[in-house]
């Protein structure tokens, strides 16, 4: 494997790893949410009214806090591995572009020269970088949009 190739491989795991670590404190927040409900729906309603406002102010102070978490600390985690997952498509398809363009030359070269047999083999390593250079960007895609969709998911729960 290339040092470019490596490299893209490299970074698109750690934004994985980056994307995981954001959405397992995410899933933290949204599990300590679900247990403070829980709670407080368990303290009896034929309570003082004001115990009443005391339960319910808790609880929008606990969802406040946990959804201002969110937004704040876990979603710039998570926009700091899809910065990594961006940087690493993005050279991923660049060097897809450039290895498809060497595969094309070797092929021009296979097809010309009567003396060019590994012209063939560096053509079909070409189109094998390209295809694994494509395989990075989309993995590195996919990542950002499966932590995007759980963040959202996440938040809507810690919402609701």
């Known amino acids: 494997m290339g040092s470019k190739l490596e490299s ?3 970074r698109v795991e750690e934004a994985k790893e980056g994307h995981s670590e954001a959405l397992e404190i995410g899933r933290e927040d949204a599990e300590d949410i679900s247990n403070t409900k829980s709670i407080l729906e ?9 115990l009443i406002e005391v339960v319910q102010d808790v609880h929008d102070s606990a969802i406040s ?3 201002d978490h969110m ?3 876990v979603k710039g985690n998570l926009d700091a591995a899809s910065d990594i ?8 398809q660049e060097q897809r572009e450039l290895s498809e363009e060497a595969a094309e ?10 003396f060019a047999g590994s012209a063939d083999s560096a053509a079909d ?11 990075s960007s989309e993995e590195a ?5 499966e932590s995007e969709e759980t963040f959202r998911d996440l938040l809507s729960e810690i919402q609701s």
Do not use: L, R, W
Not at 125 to 133: D, G, I, K, L, W
Not at 141 to 145: A, G, K, L, N, Q
């Open 71 to 73: 937004e704040g600390d």
């Open 65 to 67: 806090e946990a959804t």
């Open 141 to 145: 895609e996919e990542s950002i949009e």
């Open 105 to 114: 030359s070797f092929e021009d070269i296979s097809g010309s020269a009567e």
């Open 8 to 10: 893209v491989k490299e």
């Open 85 to 92: 997952a961006n940087d690493a498509s993005s050279e991923a």
């Open 42 to 50: 368990g303290i009896p309603t034929n309570i003082d009214e004001d």
């Open 125 to 135: 390593q070409s189109h094998e970088y390209a295809y694994e250079f494509n395989e």
